[in-house]
C-alpha cells in the first residue's frame, strides 16, 4: 500500500493514471453505479456539460469499470459497498477530439482507421469496409460473441464546432455523423451500455432522433454532481492542499476557502435547486497546484468556437441583469441557428441560480468570479479582433493614461486594440461603441455607470477611480464637442460634484472614414 501523499491530478484525464500515481480522484462511483445499474433501462446515456468538467476522465473510468477491472476501484464507493458484477465487456471508445474532422473525408477516413485500430486490439479481423458503418457493424457482431458490447463516446460534436464559421464542412461533418448513429441504433439488441459526452446538443445528427431511447442526463438530477466537485468533495479529499494555499497566501483556511467560492464555485446542472452547486474541477486543481487565484479556465477550457459565433452572431456586448428562460431553450439546436443564450449556458458561461416550478422558468446568471471576467475578456477579443497579449497591451495603456488624464494616449490605446477590427465589420451604430467602452472600462475594474440617470437625463458613462470621477458622452459620425456640450447642457456632472473629487467631463466621437477608425474628443476638468 503506497502511504505517501496522494498528488493533484491536473491536466490527468486517464483513471488509470489516477490509481497508478497515487493521485487524488475525487470518487464519483456511487453515481456511475447508480446510472450502469438503473433498473429497466437500457443504459443508454447522453450528457453535455463544459469543457475541461471531467468528461474525459468520467469516459475513462466507465471504459475501466467495462472491461472488469475491479482493482483499480479498491479505495473507492464501488469497490468497498456495491453489489457490482465486474463482468468484462468489450469496449468501443471513440475521442472525437483525437480524430481528424478537417474535412468530411477526413473524417470518415480517420473514424475508419480508429474502428481498424479498436478491431486491432480486440483480436478481431475486420474486411477493408470503406465506411465507418460497416465496419462498426461488422466490430460490434464479432465483439458481440464474447459479451454485450460498450460504446463510449467523448466530444461527439467536436466535428460540428470546430466549423462553426465554415457551415459547408458543418454541414458535411454532420452527414457523416448522422449515418454513423443511425447504424449505432440498429444495433441496439448487442449494446450494454452507451455513453456519449459533449458540450452541446445538436438536432439532425441521428445522436437524438435515431437514438430515442437515448437517456439525456444534462439536467437530471442524477447526474448534478457528477462533473465539477461540491463544498463537502473539497473538505473531505482536498483540505490539505487547501491548507497549503491558505498558508501560502497568508489566509486562514476559512478564508481560502471563502475564496475559492467566490472565484470557482456556482455551476447548476439541474432545476432542482436542493443540489449542490459545484466548483469547477480544473480551476481548483490549479489553484491548489499553483497556489493563487485567477482565471485558469478561460485558457484552456473556453472552446474554440466561442468567439467566431459571437462574431457571427454580432450578438450584444453585455449580458442582461436577469435572463430567463425556458427548458425547450436548451434542447437540441441546428448548428446553423444556434441560440447565444443556450449556447453559453452549455459552453458553461452561464448557469442555473433558480428555477420557477410553476412558470417553468429558468433564471441564469455567471457562476463566479472567473467566468464573470473570463466573458468579458472573450466579447473584448471577439469583437475587436485581438489577441490576448494586443488586448492586456492596450488595457495597460488606457489605465495609466487615465491615471493622469492623457486623453491623446488613452485614445492612441483604443484604436491600436480596435486595429484589428475589419473595416466591413465595424458597427455605425452609436450604442455599439458604447458597449465596447463600457466592456473596457469594467475589464480595467473600475466599475463604470452606463446610463446614469441625472435630473435631466442619462449620460452614456460614468467612471468613478480613486482619484477622479469621468463623465462621458459619445456620438457616432457627429463631433466631439456636440457631446460635450451635451453634458454641459443637461448637467450630467452636477450630482457629482459633491464627492470632494476633481470631476472630468470627456466627449467623445467616434467614426469611421476612409476605412481607418477616428476618434475626437473634448475634454474639460472642473
Known amino acids: 500500500m503506497n502511504n505517501q501523499p496522494k498528488q493533484l491530478g491536473l491536466n490527468v484525464s486517464i483513471f488509470e493514471n489516477f490509481i497508478k500515481n497515487n493521485r487524488i480522484y475525487i470518487d464519483k462511483t456511487k453515481i456511475i453505479y447508480d446510472l450502469i445499474t438503473a433498473p429497466d433501462n437500457e443504459h443508454f446515456y447522453f450528457v453535455s456539460r463544459p469543457r475541461r468538467f471531467g468528461k474525459s476522465l468520467f469516459i475513462s473510468t466507465l471504459k475501466e469499470l467495462f472491461t472488469g477491472r475491479k482493482e483499480l476501484f479498491n479505495d473507492y464507493w464501488i469497490g468497498k459497498h456495491s453489489k457490482y458484477d465486474w463482468q468484462k465487456h468489450p469496449v468501443i471508445h471513440l475521442d472525437f477530439g483525437g480524430i481528424a474532422h478537417g474535412t468530411a473525408q477526413e473524417l470518415k477516413n480517420d473514424l475508419g482507421n480508429e474502428l481498424d485500430r479498436i478491431a486491432r486490439i480486440h483480436g478481431i479481423a475486420i474486411t477493408q469496409e470503406k465506411l465507418p458503418e460497416r465496419k462498426l457493424t461488422e466490430l460490434v457482431e464479432q465483439m458481440r460473441q464474447s459479451n454485450t458490447v460498450v460504446l463510449l463516446i467523448d466530444e461527439y460534436d467536436k466535428p460540428l464546432v470546430d466549423h462553426i464559421d465554415n457551415l459547408a464542412i458543418a454541414e458535411e461533418n454532420r452527414k457523416i455523423l448522422s449515418s454513423f448513429y443511425t447504424t449505432v441504433k440498429k444495433l441496439e439488441e448487442n449494446w450494454r451500455a452507451i455513453f456519449i459526452t459533449g458540450v452541446s446538443k445538436f438536432a439532425r445528427t441521428s445522436l437524438f432522433s435515431g437514438l430515442n431511447n437515448l437517456k ?214 452609436e450604442a455599439y461603441y458604447h458597449s465596447l467602452f463600457h466592456l473596457m472600462f469594467d475589464m480595467l475594474g473600475m466599475r463604470p455607470q452606463s446610463e446614469e440617470a441625472s435630473s435631466r437625463g442619462e449620460s452614456d458613462l460614468v467612471l468613478e477611480s480613486a482619484d477622479n470621477v469621468f463623465v462621458f458622452e459619445f456620438k457616432y459620425d457627429k463631433t466631439a464637442q456636440e457631446a460635450f456640450d451635451q453634458i454641459i447642457r443637461k448637467k450630467y456632472h452636477e450630482k457629482y460634484m459633491y464627492k470632494g473629487k476633481p470631476v472630468v467631463l470627456v466627449g467623445i466621437d467616434i467614426n469611421f472614414k476612409n476605412k481607418d477608425l477616428e476618434l475626437e474628443w473634448v475634454q474639460q476638468g472642473l
Open 216 to 429: 439525456e442526463l444534462t439536467f437530471d438530477p442524477i447526474a448534478a454532481e457528477l462533473f465539477g466537485y461540491t463544498y463537502q468533495e473539497l473538505i473531505t479529499y482536498l483540505l490539505p492542499r487547501i491548507d497549503d494555499l491558505a498558508k501560502h497566501l497568508g489566509k486562514t483556511r476559512e478564508e481560502a476557502l471563502d475564496a475559492m467560492k467566490l472565484w470557482y464555485d456556482g455551476y447548476r446542472f439541474s432545476k432542482d435547486m436542493q443540489k449542490s452547486q459545484m466548483y469547477n474541477p480544473l480551476s481548483v486543481v490549479a489553484c491548489l497546484n499553483d497556489k493563487e487565484f485567477s482565471n485558469i479556465w478561460f485558457n484552456t477550457g473556453s472552446p474554440s468556437f466561442l468567439i467566431p459565433l459571437l462574431r457571427l452572431k454580432g450578438t450584444s456586448l453585455e449580458i442582461p441583469n436577469v435572463i430567463k428562460a425556458t427548458i425547450s431553450s436548451f434542447n437540441a439546436f441546428d448548428i446553423k441557428n444556434i441560440p447565444v443564450v443556450a449556447l453559453l449556458l452549455q459552453t458553461g458561461y452561464l448557469t442555473i441560480i433558480d428555477y420557477d416550478v410553476t412558470t417553468e422558468m429558468f433564471t441564469l446568471d455567471y457562476p463566479n468570479r472567473e467566468v464573470r471576467e473570463s466573458f468579458k475578456n472573450c466579447l473584448m477579443q471577439a469583437f475587436a479582433y485581438a489577441t490576448p497579449e494586443v488586448l492586456d497591451m492596450a488595457l495597460i495603456r488606457m489605465r495609466r493614461a487615465l491615471a493622469c488624464k492623457n486623453f491623446e494616449e488613452f485614445c492612441r490605446a483604443i484604436k491600436s486594440l480596435f486595429a484589428g477590427i475589419p473595416h466591413n465589420l465595424h458597427i455605425p451604430v
